[in-house]
């Protein structure tokens, strides 16, 4: 049975830092996709960024590239956001998926493309 289980959410005032993560269990963390997603209040939950299987490189939305970073330990099974300048416009829940093996790139951005959820933290960023 798989399980991810986030931790690391919280309130933070307006150019603050939070780092996310994301514990794995269950299937083969250094193999798989691995992401971040996120949902704002009456919004869509929409792409953050991503791992794909063994390949080192990252992806992100537009809008955190240059204040995100997303990085996987292998040894503990553990996926990481590290969030940095924050703004009132991250405030959402961020949700860790995982999907097994290396996805396409064009699905990557896609949340049916991910079989295995975290229940979620929230972020809040409010002065």
């Known amino acids: 049975q798989v399980q991810l289980v986030e931790s690391g959410g919280g309130l933070v005032q307006p150019g603050g830092s939070l780092r996310l993560s994301c514990a794995a269990s269950g299937l083969s963390f250094s193999i798989s996709t691995l992401g971040w997603f996120r949902q704002a209040p009456g919004k869509e939950r929409e792409f953050v960024a991503a791992l794909r299987g063994r390949n080192t490189t990252p992806y992100y939305k537009d809008s955190v590239k240059g204040r995100f970073t997303i990085t996987r330990d292998n040894t503990k099974n553990t996926l990481y956001l590290q969030m940095n300048s924050l703004n009132t416009e991250d405030t959402a829940v961020y949700y860790c998926?995982?999907?097994?093996?290396?996805?396409?790139?064009?699905?990557?951005?896609?949340?049916?493309?991910?079989?295995?959820w975290g229940q979620g933290t929230q972020v809040t960023v409010d002065s």
């Open positions: 998926a995982a999907t097994n093996g290396q996805i396409i790139l064009s699905a990557l951005r896609t949340s049916t493309s991910y079989h295995y």
